[in-house]
């Protein structure tokens, strides 16, 4: 017993994790393994290479001696065993492959692999068939896998050696697939080419991956076409069970044709003339950048190599096509939706992972190579190694980022050898992470080591690929290091367009004024301008974006805090760069409010204020002005002014996704209060204050639902003080209107706030203002349905509560009819707005695009919504509220509406809302209809959310929502 812990405690110290398991392992061996011992703990998990040597030496105990007499072999051995698992094992079953490793090359792969299925390497003609077939296939394999693992883990070939033999090797075996397929099928009639794609295509294959191929089928001279698709498909089909089918030696990988032309839903064998038709006509930009990597690798390389020739010229001008950077936007975001909860761990899709270098390189490869040949590499290294050269990609950048690349690629290939199995994502146990440090080189402290340096390689490729595009256009425009290379304008403008910028010259002027000097204002625009450029991008509309940002920054450049702010809080700088890329209407806030930047930093900064703290700080405006040196105008201005900001802050909420519909329009119908409040105060101030009054709000102010482009719809109420004549008072209350629209309509930079009182009584005929006993005599002698229907939006909004309260009350009896509306009213209504519909609809507009008018559009919902309340709400207290969802869905609860019908109206509703909304933002200008254009619809159906290529999609939603509103109009309106 002191013996063995003795010996236990001794292989723990020599660096065994598991000493005790490693003692009873080596007791179990029966055999003396102390000369092996140092070697053993070399390796990158001596504990896995003591199991599985101690199982290949019980299974072939000559392999000790073997071991003892070369140490070349003994050395790639123990560091084949001491990171794969899978291969141990592969050992432990064939341990005459052991010899194997004592060659420093090995034959020819092709040629082997068709000798192990029986096949005649000089013409692959099927001799052995079946399962024997594909185990010897397998096996072959895999010896062959074990012997380039050996020479990549001790040293003895570089990285792109390995991707390129595991390549050639694939290759090698979807031949050897291929003459097994022939033993199946009789393709006398037909020639059959495998073209490479993907990582197989470019020669920089992993260790364990889907094989990504094509097939191109051509009939032998007189055969019928048909049938020799028929026969070339199920070759193809068998060829890809040979690799995929499971043996009790496993498979090999998946083959996978997903990259054909119409994907999996497209005939898995084409000839060449429907391949090139199909790439003429049809295909999106992304598969010519799958066509990028396309290399001949198994059956007739005659027939592939003409293949690869023909796809080239279409290649190479993927960037001219009209729709290249839609398509561009849409692989970015096919990439970011395959990331999962694990993507900060994920090597190939996380942030800073192989596919941002892959994508960065191909991408910059397929807008500069159209005139530059030698940019025309397959491979990731080399097509990096040539941008470098030609002066796209800095010599730095090139070199760090081709490091982080080696290094992704080797913990790729050390994960996936340890079970050999598709795998991606770096573990989290602490005996992986070591394996994988000791693996690379690292002694002392393995994980720590390991998790730094992984860490810092992502980190920095993340940050590459991000201004890779954008470093050399600032090179090219501005004085920056004279030993990079520099763009020319002409490339730094064809970069520009291919990234989204219609105005590429224009961009480039923008970028000149912003970065050029030798300020520390030039110096952190160029530090910016990287990354804000690759924002830009991303949004509906880059040039707006990069116009704002200049703009923006030419008025405070000279501001301390503001560009500190942008360098210092990303969160600042990408959310402006969304909202000057999204909203023309946002932009001319921030113009002329640009301190309203340090805004941008927090959701909570950005959250809608309540009106209770509004109205403090503008009644503070008005009573520092008011009676002073500033006058009403002053107080007013500075109340406009305070609106424009938070007009600003409502905005960038509703852009990112802060806010939904109803919040926006409450808190816009809030903040217009507030304004009509303090403005009134100031007028009030400055006419006299010799009666009380009030402001009504009207029409979607009433409703609490206003649009960023709605006009203020109100009505004055007044009543004198005591002891004031009533023509005293008539005439201060139509001088306080008078001036509170003066006020509100003065020149200023400001959004302005029309006041339209053209729903009084009598409209543009009758008095701007009444009494509340004008009002009780009008409306009881003269009131029409449509007034009592106007009067639903009623409410209180600035002035003199106990007032307001009163008016409100007063009109309740006409809006709330107990009793309900007369069959005769309700017809009325039906009349009026059938002929609304008639009459109204602008000249040339098309009425299934029109938010407001159009069939299931705001009118409908609206009137739908007012005629319940008309009919139930003088007995159903609930249905009194002057909001349409608000209302529509108290008649669910009165079991009024069916809950299906207040659904549907529901999102026809919003949906109209958030169009109208995104009209204003988008263009600066108030617009009912969606818009006819195609460029600023897609701006519109992006600010709403849809991705670049979804202009349709939005267009056929809109036309589905509304469609099914109007049939709940016309069944419940109508009586349809």
């Excluded at 000493?19 to 392992?25: C, D, E, N, T, V």
């Excluded at 393709?187 to 364990?208: D, F, H, P």
Aim: glycine content about 8%; charged content about 25%; proline content about 5%.
């Amino acid at each position: 017993m002191p013996r063995i812990e003795s010996t236990t405690a001794r292989l723990a110290k020599l660096g065994f994790a598991d000493g005790a398991r490693a003692a009873q392992l080596i007791g179990q061996a029966g055999a003396d393994l102390d000369d092996l011992l140092e070697s053993l703990v070399d390796v990158a998990d001596p504990d896995l290479a003591l199991i599985s040597l101690t199982r290949l030496i019980e299974r072939e105990p000559a392999v000790l001696g073997t071991l003892r007499q070369d140490g070349d072999l003994k050395a790639r051995l123990l560091a084949v065993l001491g990171v794969s698992a899978a291969l141990g094992e592969h050992l432990v079953r064939h341990p005459g492959q052991v010899a194997w490793l004592a060659e420093p090359q090995l034959g020819e792969a092709r040629a082997e692999l068709l000798r192990a299925v029986g096949a005649d390497p000089e013409a692959p003609e099927p001799v052995a068939a079946g399962e024997k077939a594909l185990v010897a296939l397998r096996v072959a394999y895999r010896g062959r896998l074990m012997h380039l693992a050996a020479r990549d883990l001790t040293g003895q070939s570089t990285l792109q050696e390995v991707m390129s033999e595991l390549s050639d090797l694939a290759g090698a075996a979807l031949e050897a697939a291929l003459a097994i397929a022939r033993a199946e099928v009789d393709a006398s009639e037909v020639r059959l080419a495998v073209v490479g794609m993907g990582k197989c295509g470019a020669r920089e294959l992993n260790y364990i991956s889907d094989v990504d191929v094509i097939f191109v089928a051509e009939p032998q001279e007189g055969a019928d076409e048909a049938k020799a698709l028929r026969t070339a498909t199920r070759l193809a089909q068998a060829m890809m069970r040979a690799c995929t089918a499971t043996t009790p030696e496993g498979s090999l990988w998946e083959v996978d044709a997903g990259l054909r032309p119409e994907g999996r839903s497209g005939p898995l064998v084409r000839t060449l003339a429907s391949h090139l038709a199909y790439y003429r006509r049809w295909a999106k930009t992304w598969e010519f950048q799958a066509l990028l990597k396309a290399r001949p690798v198994a059956g007739d390389m005659a027939l592939g190599a003409a293949y690869v020739e023909a796809v080239n010229d279409m290649v190479w001008s993927a960037a001219t096509r009209e729709d290249f950077v839609e398509d561009v936007q849409a692989m970015r975001r096919r990439v970011e939706a395959h990331v999962r909860s694990e993507g900060e761990r994920q090597l190939k899709l996380g942030p800073g992972g192989l596919r941002d270098i892959e994508f960065a390189v191909q991408l910059l490869q397929l807008v500069h190579g159209r005139l530059d040949p030698l940019l025309r590499r397959r491979a990731t290294l080399p097509a990096l190694a040539a941008l470098s050269r030609g002066g796209y990609v800095g010599r730095d950048d090139s070199r760090s980022l081709a490091e982080a690349y080696s290094f992704l690629r080797q913990v790729e290939h050390l994960l996936q050898l340890h079970r050999l199995r598709r795998t991606h994502i770096v573990p989290t146990g602490e005996s992986d992470l070591r394996r994988l440090g000791r693996a690379l080189g690292m002694q002392t402290d393995p994980v720590g080591e390991f998790t730094a340096r992984w860490r810092r390689h992502a980190m920095e490729a993340r940050r590459l690929h991000e201004k890779l595009f954008y470093r050399p256009l600032l090179q090219a425009v501005s004085r920056l290091q004279e030993s990079e290379a520099r763009l020319s304008a002409t490339a730094a403008a064809a970069r520009l367009e291919a990234l989204g910028y219609v105005d590429p010259t224009g961009a480039l002027r923008h970028i000149g004024a912003l970065t050029s000097g030798v300020s520390r204002r030039a110096a952190i625009q160029r530090t910016l301008l990287p990354v804000m450029l690759g924002w830009f991008a991303d949004t509906p509309d880059p040039d707006a974006a990069l116009l704002g940002f200049r703009q923006v920054s030419d008025k405070l450049g000279s501001t301390p805090w503001y560009l500190r702010l942008l360098r210092d809080e990303t969160a600042v700088a990408a959310r402006m760069a969304r909202v000057l890329g999204t909203s023309r209407y946002a932009t001319g806030l921030l113009m002329n409010a640009p301190e309203a930047v340090a805004m941008l930093g927090s959701d909570d900064e950005l959250a809608v204020r309540p009106r209770e703290s509004l109205l403090g700080e503008a009644s503070a405006a008005v009573s520092r002005y008011v009676g002073g040196d500033g006058g009403a105008e002053t107080a007013v201005a500075a109340v406009r002014a305070l609106r424009r900001r938070e007009l600003f802050r409502i905005a960038v909420a509703d852009i990112s996704g802060l806010a939904d519909i109803e919040t926006v329009g409450g808190a816009l119908s809030s903040l217009t209060d507030v304004t009509l409040q303090a403005a009134l105060d100031a007028a009030l101030g400055k006419v006299g204050n010799v009666t009380s009054f009030a402001i009504i709000a009207m029409g979607r102010l009433g409703g609490m639902e206003l649009s960023y482009a709605s006009d203020a719809d109100v009505m004055f109420v007044h009543q004198p003080l005591p002891g004031v004549e009533e023509r005293e008072a008539t005439d201060a209350a139509f001088a306080v209107a008078n001036e509170l629209r003066r006020l509100l309509s003065l020149p200023a930079p400001d959004p302005p706030l029309i006041i339209d009182p053209d729903l009084r009584p009598e409209g543009r005929q009758g008095p701007l203002a009444r009494t509340l006993a004008s009002y009780r005599a009008y409306y009881s002698r003269w009131s029409s349905p449509w007034e009592s229907q106007a009067l639903l939006r009623a409410r209180f909004s600035a002035g003199d509560p106990e007032l307001g309260a009163a008016f409100t009350h007063m009109i309740d009896e006409l809006r709330y009819p107990q009793g309900g509306l007369h069959d005769d009213a309700v017809r009325e209504i039906r009349r009026l707005k059938a002929r609304m519909e008639a009459e109204r609809l602008p000249r040339g507009a098309d009425p299934g695009l029109h938010t407001k008018l159009g069939p299931g559009g705001l009118s409908d919902v609206e009137w739908v919504a007012q005629l319940l309340q008309l009919r139930y709400a003088g007995t159903l207290p609930s249905l009194r509220t002057t909001r349409t969802l608000d209302a529509l869905r108290a008649a669910v609860a009165e079991e009024l509406l069916a809950p299906a019908d207040e659904a549907v109206l529901a999102e026809a509703w919003r949906f109209a809302s958030r169009i109208r909304d995104a009209i204003m933002l988008v263009k600066g200008r108030p617009g009912d209809s969606v818009p006819r254009d195609a460029g600023e619809r897609k701006l519109i159906a992006q600010t709403l959310g849809y991705p670049p290529d979804g202009s349709e999609d939005f267009l056929d939603d809109y036309r589905r929502v509304t469609r099914r509103a109007r049939v709940v109009v016309d069944r419940v309106f109508y009586g349809a």
